[in-house]
């Protein structure tokens, strides 16, 4: 998934920017309500929506009907899988490193 905002603290936070996606897809999964694009709970890492996505010691899985991003078909962005294991995560930072010249 992408956000735009920082995950510190430990609540939802609104992105309208936000999205899931699917590499080996090649699709993109638009946030649908951007009130609740993540959730910073510090028991869990990264979490999109109100649970769509979520990863956390316990369990690897995706909502049965996912309430922040679009959801065509259920689980189509884990090829209909609700579990998943999880063996690797990457974090990016992106920062704007352009300088507008004249």
Known sequence: ???SVS???DTQ???DCAFLFSVTQKKKFPIKDARIAINTKKILLPTFGMDDIYISAEVSSLRNRMA???DRKSFEINNGKM???VKDIEVFHVIDTYTWKE
């Open 13 to 15: 936070k609104r992105d």
């Open 1 to 3: 998934g992408y956000t």
């Open 68 to 70: 922040s991003y679009e």
């Open 7 to 9: 995950w510190d603290g």
């Open 83 to 85: 579990l998943f294991d």
